[in-house]
């Protein structure tokens, strides 16, 4: 009688007050039928209908499958257990195992829903979880999904229950026997051709014979390692929301704000930053990415690029790592070492849509007026500077003088600052005649154009710009 008590131990934990609404999946095969009739013992007559319903669906890929839903539909309408069944009608060519469920637990939910049921539940027992646990370690080698099934888990607007799941195979059968259960062989499950039939036939009864105490260890390995997904989805939680930024469309980490993680927090708090950017990004990412992603910031470098899909990347632009679209290639209108403009004193012109300079004598100044309110990067400079300045990109060997002894190259200059790939891209840079620098537009002036304090100040160089 191990079965029914089990049974009837979980659903008073679940339903101390008895008003709930089972739904029981049922396909005919041995366990399914053992939940059933568990399920007619438990409660009386008057009460199967208010109380529990039964759910088949019809694959249509075996000659059988007829016959059992018509045993099915029968067996239910003599007890007064109400019905319902669906046909698959148009499986797919590939894939047909994972479609197949997708398509059970949809009409599952579609009848609780429809029918009022809060717990839906199947006969997984504790061979199908051994096999399941195998299944996702070989697959996809990940603590998070070696657990195997839960017990009891959230399923749409109410619950998934799996009553058997601490039963063995062997218990449900002989049960079966003991009560005189009517049931079906599925003859597929014993075809090699799916890899949990090979494992129920060739690898699970090799385990078995090495130690019989399998099954209530791995129950126990199962047990644990849930729990210990809980604690690390807790604390992942806890430091996402502290410490990662959700904008409009991207994702964004302070990596100086990051406490000093152990090995092992910081291994789980990237591992939960990919699980949200898949959420964010809805795109599926490749498990690889979190060892390519610990392996980066390793190393310490200031900005690197890596591709999580065609659409997505991270990017490390020094303090911040990030998560953002790819963008687009532009392809620039000329090389940008060929964009070369002369400003004379006393104009000012557009350097862009967003960008503007201007070189005035001091009080002498004409802004438009629709940029008045743009960032603004100025600086005074003395009598002697000429009446006209280049304004360009930045070239090799460029150079800037950041004191008097000191001289700086600009691409030194940009990595010593830590400024970004982007925003060197977007610089100028301001030449006199003699092709001397004179300012790093928007970062830095030359010590060329720091007036003496006996100097009169006689022009201002205005850089305005669009955040």
């Known amino acids: 009688m191990m079965v029914i008590q089990t049974v009837r131990g979980q659903l008073t934990a679940i339903d101390p007050e008895k008003k709930r609404r089972f739904l029981l999946a049922v396909s005919t095969g041995v366990d399914s039928m053992v939940l059933l009739q568990v399920f007619c013992q438990l409660f009386p007559e008057m009460q199967k209908e208010q109380v529990f319903g039964v759910a088949h669906v019809n694959h249509q890929l075996r000659p059988a499958s007829a016959e059992e839903a018509a045993f099915l539909r029968q067996y239910c309408q003599e007890r007064g257990i109400p019905f319902y069944e669906r046909c698959w009608e148009n499986p797919p060519e590939t894939g047909i195992e994972a479609s197949a469920r997708d398509f059970r637990y949809t009409f599952f939910a579609d009848v609780m829903s429809r029918e009022g049921y809060d717990v839906l539940l199947t006969a997984h027992h504790s061979d199908d979880q051994v096999e399941t646990m195998l299944m996702k370690m070989m697959r996809e080698g990940r603590l998070q999904s070696a657990g195997g099934m839960q017990q009891q888990q959230p399923f749409h607007a109410g619950i998934l229950l799996r009553p058997l799941l601490s039963v063995s195979k062997t218990a449900i059968y002989d049960y079966a026997q003991v009560q005189q259960i009517p049931y079906f062989e599925d003859e597929s499950n014993h075809e090699p051709l799916y890899l949990r039939n090979r494992l129920r036939q060739q690898v699970v009864p090799a385990l078995k014979a090495e130690n019989p105490q399998l099954l209530p260890h791995f129950q126990q390995l199962s047990v644990e390692m849930q729990f210990a997904n809980q604690l690390i989805q807790q604390e992942q939680q806890q430091w996402l929301s502290a410490f990662v930024q959700q904008q409009a469309t991207r994702l964004v980490i302070d990596l100086q704000q990051l406490p000093t993680f152990s090995p092992a927090q910081r291994y789980f708090f990237y591992a939960g930053f990919l699980q949200q950017a898949e959420a964010f990004t809805k795109q599926p990412l490749n498990q690889k990415q ?152 928007p970062h830095a002036f030359s010590y060329l154009s720091i007036t003496p304090e006996t100097d009169k100040i006689h022009y201002i160089l205005l850089y305005k710009y669009q955040k």
Do not use: C, M
């Open 290 to 441: 979190l060892p390519q992603l610990l392996r980066l910031l390793d190393e310490k470098k200031g900005q690197w690029q890596l591709a999580l899909h065609k659409q997505w990347q991270l990017r490390r632009s020094y303090d911040q790592l990030l998560l953002e679209p790819i963008a687009v290639p532009q392809k620039p209108a000329a090389p940008l070492t060929e964009v070369s403009q002369r400003l004379v004193l006393g104009e000012g012109i557009y350097l862009s849509e967003k960008e503007w300079i201007g070189y005035f004598p001091i009080n002498e100044q004409h802004i438009p007026k629709k940029i008045t309110n743009w960032s603004e990067f100025s600086q005074d400079l003395p009598l002697n500077y000429s009446s006209e300045l280049i304004v360009r990109k930045r070239q090799p060997g460029d150079r800037i003088r950041l004191a008097r002894g000191l001289t700086k190259k600009i691409s030194r200059f940009f990595i010593d600052s830590k400024i970004p790939n982007e925003e060197r891209e977007k610089s100028w840079v301001v030449t006199n005649l003699d092709k001397q620098v004179i300012a790093l537009l």
